[in-house]
């Protein structure tokens, strides 16, 4: 049987509740809060890393394992899919059953997962890991700002999710880079097994430094039933997100998944009125400053995602980069979320998030008006600036919006909050990518044909102006083997050109959402719980 100690408890006339350092039994390195940041920000790497680093080994993996294209775009959907759909549940299970135990447990996954893929001779296995990879990822993801949440008193806590965020964005962004790296000079098999060592690390720390903190009033049951609806109903959305670019917008596929998903969605609110203990308690949405920082955060992620989807194809493709350089390229984005996510954190403890939060967006809205006037021969130094701002825009938001999803939920709900951040992320993340996605189709089939006109070039069949279509959507010249010199010059001026008046469209598009975002931003306030961590209960 397990004893549960109250500790650090403050009524209205108190003082501020301690620093969890300093209470007993905490002492020492257990339960210790900033080497508990340490712990789980290792943990956490794994799987930001993951999101990004793999999409430079999918061609070796193609190559390898002989695969089609079809099956390597699974490496990345499966992962996707299965942490987006998980994300919620996984933090339920740390509300019930403690976060320190499904953080372990997430790492322990995780890893094993990673050195299976490594391991694996066939595209059916990696696949059916990298899923596997998902799942025990969106138990780390909820777990860890579970944990931070409960051993970071209020005043500090801004910081260690500015600390947390600046992790995340350091290795989404350095993924690429470190992908890059081992996939040239040792394998693809690499880049998995290097998750191997990290997870031993954070186990390890996990094991020595992690102490269990539990809400006296944390849910004591299951919504076995809430759980089916929501987890079928994101699974309808996000598939059909990711099956739209393929499927068309106008594809009655499409439709009928995005329609499933909002009958699922309706019956699992309903279902959750009903229930005893729900999944997702609906009265968390009545705070408005919550409500707000979950439709930030989505939207701060079609903005971000959705226009740097198109900047990788613009460096490699038009630029002729290699992924090396072109993610060193990236490096003042990440620089800037780097050295910006500590000081937004201490900036949003001294101000509150709404100032913050909105002048993020008014950055990320004008860096991305800015990506909207590259050209072809854009130089180094301007793709820079547009990339640092970006990054300078994107930090206050990621630590504000978290922190006002978190905050303004009760202690006993933090995993959920936690899910709830996540998810909004990874489906803004596929929604960005799926909408300026149909926008850069539609501008370069509208385009492409006239300018290839324009530029005297023999006229294509429908078939083949389609085939031109889909490879200058990446920024592919589709120049023929054998084709003179001269006339593949022209083709691939038409192929740049009509790519990035496309890429400045979905630029601008992502422009506005920001700007509509800064609005949004407004409506959030700190966490009125935020407290509560300080109070919560150790194990």
């Given at each position: 049987?397990?004893?549960?100690?109250?500790?650090?408890?403050?009524?209205?006339?108190?003082?501020?509740p301690?620093?969890?350092?300093?209470?007993?039994?905490?002492?020492?390195?257990?339960?210790?809060?900033?080497?508990?940041?340490?712990?789980?920000?290792?943990?956490?790497?794994?799987?930001?890393?993951?999101?990004?680093?793999?999409?430079?080994?999918?061609?070796?993996?193609?190559?390898?394992?002989?695969?089609?294209?079809?099956?390597?775009?699974?490496?990345?959907?499966?992962?996707?899919?299965?942490?987006?759909?998980?994300l919620?549940?996984?933090?339920?299970?740390?509300?019930?059953?403690?976060?320190?135990?499904?953080?372990?447990?997430?790492?322990?996954?995780?890893?094993?997962?990673?050195?299976?893929?490594?391991?694996?001779?066939?595209?059916?296995?990696?696949?059916?890991?990298?899923?596997?990879q998902?799942?025990?990822?969106?138990?780390?993801?909820?777990?860890?700002?579970?944990?931070?949440?409960?051993?970071?008193?209020?005043?500090?806590?801004?910081?260690?999710?500015?600390?947390?965020?600046?992790?995340?964005?350091?290795?989404?962004?350095?993924?690429?880079?470190?992908?890059?790296?081992?996939?040239?000079?040792?394998?693809?098999?690499?880049?998995?097994?290097v998750?191997?060592?990290?997870?031993?690390?954070?186990?390890?720390?996990?094991?020595l430094?992690?102490?269990?903190?539990?809400?006296r009033?944390?849910?004591?049951?299951?919504?076995?039933?809430?759980?089916?609806?929501?987890?079928?109903?994101?699974?309808?959305?996000?598939?059909?997100?990711?099956?739209?670019?393929?499927?068309?917008?106008?594809?009655?596929?499409t439709?009928?998944?995005?329609a499933?998903?909002?009958v699922?969605?309706?019956v699992?609110?309903?279902?959750?009125?009903?229930?005893?203990?729900?999944?997702?308690?609906?009265?968390?949405?009545?705070?408005?400053?919550?409500?707000?920082?979950?439709?930030?955060?989505?939207?701060?992620?079609?903005?971000?995602?959705?226009?740097?989807?198109?900047?990788?194809?613009?460096?490699?493709?038009?630029?002729?980069?290699?992924?090396?350089?072109?993610?060193?390229?990236?490096?003042?984005?990440?620089?800037?979320?780097?050295?910006?996510?500590?000081?937004?954190?201490?900036?949003?403890?001294?101000?509150g998030?709404?100032?913050?939060?909105?002048?993020?967006?008014?950055?990320?809205?004008?860096?991305?008006?800015?990506?909207?006037?590259?050209?072809?021969?854009?130089?180094?130094a301007?793709?820079?600036?547009?990339?640092?701002?970006?990054?300078?825009?994107?930090a206050?938001?990621?630590?504000?919006?978290?922190?006002?999803?978190?905050?303004?939920?009760?202690?006993?709900?933090?995993?959920?909050?936690?899910?709830?951040?996540?998810?909004a992320?990874?489906?803004?993340?596929?929604?960005?990518?799926?909408?300026?996605?149909?926008?850069?189709?539609?501008?370069?089939?509208?385009?492409?044909?006239?300018?290839?006109?324009?530029?005297?070039?023999?006229?294509?069949?429908?078939?083949?102006?389609?085939?031109?279509?889909?490879?200058?959507?990446?920024?592919?010249?589709?120049?023929?083997?054998?084709?003179?010199?001269?006339?593949?010059?022209?083709?691939?001026?038409?192929?740049?050109?009509?790519?990035?008046?496309?890429?400045?469209?979905?630029?601008?598009?992502a422009?506005?959402?920001?700007?509509?975002?800064?609005?949004?931003?407004?409506?959030?306030?700190?966490?009125?719980?935020?407290?509560?961590?300080a109070?919560?209960?150790?194990?």
């Amino acid at each position: 049987m397990t004893s549960q100690t109250t500790i650090g408890t403050a009524g209205p006339g108190d003082t501020a509740p301690a620093d969890p350092s300093d209470r007993s039994p905490s002492s020492g390195l257990r339960g210790h809060p900033w080497f508990t940041l340490i712990t789980v920000a290792v943990g956490v790497m794994m799987v930001a890393l993951d999101g990004t680093i793999v999409a430079i080994a999918n061609p070796a993996i193609q190559k390898d394992l002989n695969a089609s294209f079809a099956d390597v775009q699974w490496i990345t959907n499966g992962y996707f899919l299965a942490l987006a759909v998980s994300l919620i549940t996984a933090g339920k299970l740390g509300d019930r059953f403690g976060h320190r135990q499904t953080f372990l447990i997430g790492v322990v996954g995780f890893a094993a997962a990673s050195g299976a893929i490594g391991l694996s001779g066939s595209i059916a296995l990696v696949v059916t890991f990298r899923v596997l990879q998902g799942l025990f990822g969106a138990l780390l993801m909820p777990a860890a700002l579970g944990l931070l949440r409960a051993t970071f008193p209020a005043e500090k806590l801004n910081m260690a999710i500015g600390i947390w965020g600046m992790v995340i964005g350091a290795s989404t962004a350095g993924g690429p880079i470190l992908g890059g790296v081992l996939v040239e000079h040792v394998n693809w098999q690499s880049v998995f097994f290097v998750n191997v060592p990290v997870g031993v690390l954070a186990l390890a720390l996990g094991t020595l430094i992690l102490l269990d903190h539990r809400a006296r009033n944390a849910p004591r049951s299951f919504d076995i039933l809430g759980i089916v609806l929501l987890s079928g109903a994101m699974f309808c959305l996000v598939w059909a997100l990711i099956k739209a670019p393929a499927w068309g917008w106008g594809d009655g596929r499409t439709w009928t998944f995005v329609a499933v998903s909002a009958v699922g969605f309706a019956v699992f609110s309903f279902w959750e009125t009903k229930v005893k203990e729900p999944l997702i308690p609906l009265g968390l949405f009545r705070s408005v400053p919550l409500s707000a920082g979950v439709v930030l955060m989505v939207l701060m992620a079609i903005a971000f995602m959705g226009g740097l989807f198109f900047v990788t194809f613009y460096l490699q493709n038009v630029h002729g980069m290699s992924p090396i350089d072109a993610g060193l390229h990236l490096l003042p984005l990440t620089g800037m979320m780097i050295v910006g996510s500590p000081l937004a954190g201490a900036m949003i403890t001294r101000l509150g998030p709404r100032i913050p939060l909105a002048g993020g967006m008014a950055a990320t809205a004008i860096a991305m008006y800015g990506m909207s006037t590259l050209k072809v021969d854009t130089g180094s130094a301007t793709m820079s600036l547009w990339f640092a701002l970006l990054g300078l825009g994107l930090a206050p938001v990621m630590v504000g919006a978290t922190e006002v999803i978190v905050g303004n939920a009760p202690m006993e709900l933090s995993g959920v909050a936690g899910g709830l951040q996540q998810a909004a992320m990874q489906i803004g993340g596929s929604l960005g990518t799926a909408v300026l996605g149909a926008v850069m189709a539609s501008k370069v089939d509208g385009d492409l044909a006239g300018n290839w006109a324009d530029a005297g070039l023999p006229k294509l069949t429908p078939a083949q102006l389609d085939q031109a279509s889909e490879a200058v959507q990446v920024g592919v010249a589709p120049v023929a083997k054998g084709t003179p010199e001269a006339i593949a010059a022209k083709i691939a001026d038409v192929a740049h050109d009509t790519f990035i008046s496309g890429m400045s469209l979905a630029s601008l598009v992502a422009a506005g959402v920001a700007a509509v975002a800064v609005l949004v931003a407004l409506l959030t306030k700190r966490g009125e719980n935020a407290e509560a961590g300080a109070g919560a209960a150790h194990i």
